[in-house]
């Protein structure tokens, strides 16, 4: 049995009334077992990418393959119903006439299992989502964690290959939502399930996966395990995305990169003497130093709980933003310098911030 349970190649998406791709050459691929999140802002494509796999949408270009079958391109279409996928939905998508336990045997019935499989498969999913003893109620009588793990449930009932979750915790309040996504996580671990989500939330994205997919306007940006996404971004976009990274622009000044802040550890040997960088640091990789002779001014301070998050403000007005230990407390228009480490560095992609003058 080949490991590879998803894959796709060169796929491409573009709608009638778009000027530009919905989706622009996607490679793709996904091992047996893994978990997959698509993550990015609202309209990058990634929905789209979604219903290309469920087969609601055929590519314009390239193929997906599903366990080593082809589903989509080359003149091949196999409907959604073929495809051995589950799919859990944002809107939870259940039939509010049906009870918890025939929702969630409903997919079985349609696939002629015999009154005994179809029980026990039940019984099996209901117990897997710890939902025991409430398979008569309605979808109506429970709260929307509960509607969302029947919804799950009811996706992994038939053993799917794949199962596709389209942003499933947006509608849930906090406190369930941060519950559900180690919930999901710890079932889909537990039933070695392959699954892909769509999120456009970060935390989200890094808890539940084993790999992330980062998309912009269409484009896999980066793909990786959630440490490679966040420690190591291969572009400006992924940094801000997905760290919120501040960006500093910076001058190459001999063993040193000068800001309009400081003066941080030199990085990238070989650019040259004289050439212009973005510094991309990540707000908990600064330190705060008290300094009245400081460049840097405190503007705002918010207490996080396990951190303190300031709002600074440079000798240009651009404002960035620090996170430091909550004993650690600097009073609003107090003066600091800046120290950093885990530097990265980006050249080509500069948005105008002010550069330390040229000597």
């Known amino acids: 049995m080949s490991d590879e349970i998803l894959r796709l190649n060169r ?6 009334k778009s000027s530009v791709p919905a989706l622009d050459t996607i490679d793709l691929s996904l091992a047996r077992g893994c978990l997959l999140s698509l993550l990015g802002p609202s309209g990058c494509g990634k929905t789209t990418l979604l219903r290309l796999i469920a087969g609601f949408e055929q590519p314009d270009h390239g193929t997906i393959s599903l366990s080593g079958h082809l589903v989509a391109g080359e003149g091949r279409n196999v409907p959604p119903e073929r495809r051995h996928l589950g799919m859990v939905f944002q809107e939870f998508a259940l039939f509010p006439h049906l009870t918890v336990g025939q929702n969630i045997s409903f997919g079985l019935k349609q696939a002629g299992l015999s009154t005994q499989d179809v029980r026990r498969r039940t ?13 008569k109620r309605y979808p109506h009588q429970l709260s929307g964690g509960q509607r969302q793990r029947v919804a799950l449930a009811r996706a992994l009932a038939p053993n799917p290959d794949l199962i596709l979750l389209d942003e499933p915790l947006s509608n849930l309040d906090v406190q369930v939502r941060h519950y559900l996504r180690h919930e999901i996580r710890h079932i889909l671990k537990e039933t070695g399930t392959t699954a892909v989500f769509v999120t456009h939330d970060r935390e989200e994205a890094m808890v539940m996966s084993d790999r992330i997919g980062v998309i912009r306007q269409g484009q896999l940006e980066q793909l990786g395990t959630p440490e490679e996404i966040y420690c190591a971004p291969q572009s400006r976009f992924v940094a801000q995305f997905v760290s919120q990274a501040n960006f500093l622009n910076a001058r190459r000044r001999g063993s040193a990169w000068e ?5 941080f550890e030199a990085i990238a040997p070989s ?3 004289g050439e212009i960088g973005e510094l991309a640091i990540r707000e908990e990789d600064f330190t705060l130093k008290p300094d009245v002779d400081g460049r840097v001014t405190v503007l705002d301070r918010q207490f996080l709980g396990h951190s303190h998050r300031y709002c600074l403000a440079t000798p240009s007005g651009q404002q960035i933003h620090a996170r430091t230990p909550p004993s650690s407390v600097l009073p609003i228009g107090s003066r600091v310098c800046l120290s950093a480490n885990n530097i990265r560095l980006f050249q080509g992609d500069h948005t105008g911030q002010q550069l330390p003058p040229a000597v």
């Open 259 to 263: 800001t309009e802040v400081g003066t």
């Open 123 to 135: 019984g099996e999913a209901l117990e897997l989502v710890a939902l025991n003893g409430l398979e």
């Open 11 to 16: 796929v491409t998406k573009q709608f009638a």
């Open 271 to 273: 650019v040259k003497d």
